[in-house]
């Protein structure tokens, strides 16, 4: 798929994403996530500025994490403060060639966030190798684990 | 557990959440594997070195369907469904609703050739 400049793989896995205004703000990049069980994708922002990741309340609840414990947690976000708590949930990050990734990966969820679901840095893309075509709309994926 | 114990378990704990608090969670983590070398088998401290270790992560085979017609549809028509939640396929609107718990229920009943693109309009 993806090589570095020694010839190691760096990236498995190829999704096309999209960048369309879809709040009517500013482009944003969203991929495709399937979070538990949930029997069907779902677009997830990517936001490396984000210090974690969030599900949309009915996504959490649907797959079970707002009945999870969890550790409690105020997070600060541009709609304001939520209370919530940092679960361990399962994701898969999917790829249209190559290989998807199945993530144990820590998202925020709170029952007040009615509001879309986001991929932030702890917890989760700290350990993604991707890369960008902004020309042809790809992501490019894989799991860094430091070898 | 001693008193000195819990009295350290008990410190590292407020530092570390205080620290979530303000999203400095590489210095969390730094508290917390402090904290476990002298105290290996608090289960808070357990607790909270799973939810923040780093993802863990496989590969799959299983890939997705092309959603190129997907987000077409997206781009042309989101914005007159603000507020809702959608079911697209073969870029085509297939069901919509007011909750995911609704939506899927509606899309439980259509036969589709693959699985909808499923997206809250925020």
Known sequence: MLRDLEGNTFATGCAIFMDTDLAEVSPKIHVRIQPGNLPAPVLAQLDTGAAWSILNVEVARRIGLLDTK?????????????????????????????????????????????????????????????????????????????? | MSTTRRDESTDALTRIRNLLGQERVSEARNV???????????????????????????????????????????????????????????????????????????????VLTHTPLIHFID
């Open chain 2, 32 to 110: 917390l594997q402090e904290a476990l070398v002298s105290q290996p088998y608090d289960q808070d401290l357990l607790r909270l070195q799973s939810l923040l270790a780093p993802p863990q992560a496989r590969t799959s085979s299983a890939l997705d369907t092309d959603r190129t017609k997907d987000f077409q549809w997206l781009s042309k028509n989101a914005a007159k469904h603000r507020g809702r939640w959608i079911a697209i396929h073969e870029g085509k609107l297939v069901a919509d609703a007011t909750s995911l718990d609704e939506l899927l229920e509606r899309v439980s009943t259509l």
């Open chain 1, 70 to 147: 969890g550790e409690p947690l105020t997070l600060s976000t541009r709609m304001g403060n939520f209370r919530g708590k940092l679960v361990r949930a399962s994701v898969s990050l999917l790829a249209d060639a190559g290989e998807s990734l199945n993530l144990d990966a820590t998202f925020f969820v709170s029952s007040d966030w009615a509001h879309g679901t986001f991929l932030g840095y702890s917890g989760l893309l700290e350990r993604i190798r991707f890369a960008i075509d902004p020309y042809r709309n790809l992501f490019y994926f894989g799991y860094g684990d430091g070898s």
